[in-house]
């Protein structure tokens, strides 16, 4: 027999900073960082950097944020001028996600030291993502009495696809 557990919305293990939009604040703004990073440049392991967004606030004070591996290609294929900035626009309301860093050889944590405080600490970055899990509900299916009694289906078997030849 199945063990059902307490249902519960998922919870996405890595930590969020806030949206685009509450990082910028109001009166902030963001933008692509450069026409030249938007276009990409291959890496030697194949892969296409990811887009960088360069976060304002009402300030003027900025810093840049890169955007996780499927929203770079997400942005990127976009089809006409219009849809990269509906797209661009859109990245207001997506989290900014803490990358803790790991060495990808010895599975240790990548170190650097605090400015402020002088302390060694793990190094983090920080991803414009698409927030985990999805919304399945659209394809639930509620039991009912009639479903209860309905008659499980059967299949035949075609045997001469069973064997090899």
């Not at 790991?102 to 990548?110: K, L, N, Y």
Request: net charge negative; charged share 25%.
């Amino acid at each position: 027999m199945l063990k059902f557990k307490k249902a519960s919305q998922q919870q996405g293990t890595l930590k969020t900073i806030g949206t685009v939009a509450e990082n910028a604040g109001l009166g902030g703004y963001h933008e692509l960082s450069s026409e030249k990073n938007f276009k990409g440049e291959v890496k030697e392991n194949g892969k296409t950097t990811n887009v960088t967004i360069k976060l304002v606030n009402k300030e003027g004070e900025y810093d840049y944020v890169n955007c996780s591996e499927s929203v770079s290609r997400w942005l990127r294929e976009s089809s006409s001028p219009q849809e990269v900035k509906d797209r661009v626009a859109q990245l207001a309301i997506l989290p900014i996600l803490e990358l803790p860093q790991v060495d990808r050889t010895t599975g240790e944590p990548v170190m650097v030291t605090d400015e402020e405080t002088g302390e060694e600490v793990q190094l983090i970055i920080h991803a414009i993502s698409f927030s985990g899990g999805a919304d399945m509900s659209s394809t639930r299916t509620v039991i009912t009495a009639d479903l209860l009694k309905a008659e499980t289906a059967k299949r035949t078997v075609n045997w001469e696809s069973l064997i090899a030849i």
